[in-house]
């Protein structure tokens, strides 16, 4: 595996605010919203309702955000899936206003897949260690290092490394579209995901170089760990997120994306899953499949520290409270620089066309060769 380093991402610098600060872990488990009294939850759902209605607003929520930003969703007509989903319905939904409860990469290709819409967000710092750990100047600078490379980036990145790229992905369908840019013959540039990255070289076998950065929640699981879980409870499967480091996407029964690890969680025939992801997946993973039992993957030993300790401290930011504030004075708005949209829109149509594609059984992998390097 060919991976460029760079230095080590600083994850515990001073509030946004400050010039050139980025919202620390720390400072956002300190923001995470308290849990309001079934009084106060029932009167902020019923505010969000009245409100979705009267602004012509939609809400989009990850799998990884509070069980009330889920449910709401969906109750309300909006979505709770992956980011792949999350973009492709934020685009076609007719709503003139996107709630986006996530991380700020959501919002942004939200708003660059939908520049006439507004797209709010409960907390603008809730950001990702991946796009954090991708600055677009050094991005550019290894870019250009590598001329004969299709620039192939992670959606967890922000407008301005997207728009140096070929093609965008996500995790559950990177390992497609990767496959069918090496059997054109494309030698691949990966970013930001060191963990995802060699997962896909392992499986398509393609010439592929990497940016070192990784995801907080995924790279803290441990295998040593796991595998006294495992032996526990011997019948469990054992569901993991690429995103994860080798040694523990090695002891998987299924690996993939969260929606992926959803349809394993239903398909499987299993009682008991252990699960490698953020554990906010553990909601939809119980209420679709109530007969089963779900447990955490751990993060590390007894005596360890962690990070995230399975749970992404920016996803956790959003809360109730705010998306009623954000839908009653449009605070929040996303703005992506209009100079980037079209050149960062680019690698999200070849992704949204090829899934398209992908999934009405037309062949997507001639779609591959017009676009990249080769
Ligand atoms: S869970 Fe990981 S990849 Fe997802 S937003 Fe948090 S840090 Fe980023």
Redesign the pocket.
């Known amino acids: 595996m060919n991976t460029i380093a760079i230095k080590d991402v600083e994850y515990e610098q001073p509030l946004a605010g400050t010039e050139g600060a980025v919202c620390s872990t720390k400072h956002a488990w300190a923001r995470v919203p308290a849990e309001p009294s079934p009084t106060e939850r029932a009167a902020l759902k019923d505010r969000i309702r009245r409100l979705l209605k009267e602004k012509n607003a939609v809400m989009v929520s990850h799998y990884?955000v509070h069980p009330d930003l889920q449910d709401l969703a969906e109750e309300t007509g909006g979505i709770v899936s992956d980011s792949l989903e999350m973009a492709r319905f934020g685009r076609d939904h007719a709503a003139q206003t996107l709630v986006v409860s996530?991380?700020r990469f959501m919002g942004e290709t939200a708003k660059i897949l939908s520049p006439e819409k507004t797209v709010l967000m409960p907390d603008l710092d809730a950001t990702?260690?991946?796009?954090l750990g991708c600055p677009i100047d050094q991005f550019s600078a290894f870019c250009d290092q590598h001329p004969d490379r299709t620039v192939v980036v992670y959606a967890?990145t922000s407008a301005a490394v997207k728009a140096r790229a070929d093609w965008l992905v996500t995790s559950s369908c990177a390992l497609d579209i990767v496959r069918a840019l090496k059997d054109a013959g494309h030698k691949i540039l990966w970013a930001p995901?060191r963990h995802l990255g060699a997962y896909i070289e392992r499986e398509t076998g393609a010439d592929m170089v990497f940016w070192n950065g990784a995801?907080?929640?995924?790279d803290e699981f441990k295998a040593l760990e796991l595998e006294l879980l495992k032996k526990e409870h011997p019948e469990a499967k054992i569901l993991v997120h690429p995103?994860s480091p080798a040694e523990v996407v090695a002891l998987a029964d299924a690996v993939g994306s969260t929606s992926a690890i959803l349809k394993a969680a239903r398909e499987m025939d299993a009682r008991e899953f252990i699960v490698a992801t953020?554990n906010g997946m553990m909601h939809k993973l119980r209420t679709l499949n109530p007969g089963k039992t779900f447990y955490e993957a751990p993060t590390a030993g007894n005596s360890a520290t962690c990070k995230?300790c399975a749970h992404?401290p920016?996803?956790a930011m959003n809360g109730l409270a705010d998306v009623a504030r954000v839908l009653e004075t449009g605070a929040n708005a996303i703005h992506v620089e209009p100079v980037l949209i079209p050149r960062a829109r680019q690698p999200i149509d070849r992704m949204l066309a090829f899934t398209a594609a992908l999934k009405s059984g037309q062949p997507a992998g001639a779609l591959v060769p017009h676009f990249g390097a080769a």
């Not at 990702?128 to 796009?131: G, V």
């Not at 995801?215 to 995924?218: Q, S």
């Open positions: 990884y996530g991380v990702c260690s991946l796009d967890n995901d995801c907080i929640v995924h995103e953020d995230s992404c920016w996803m």
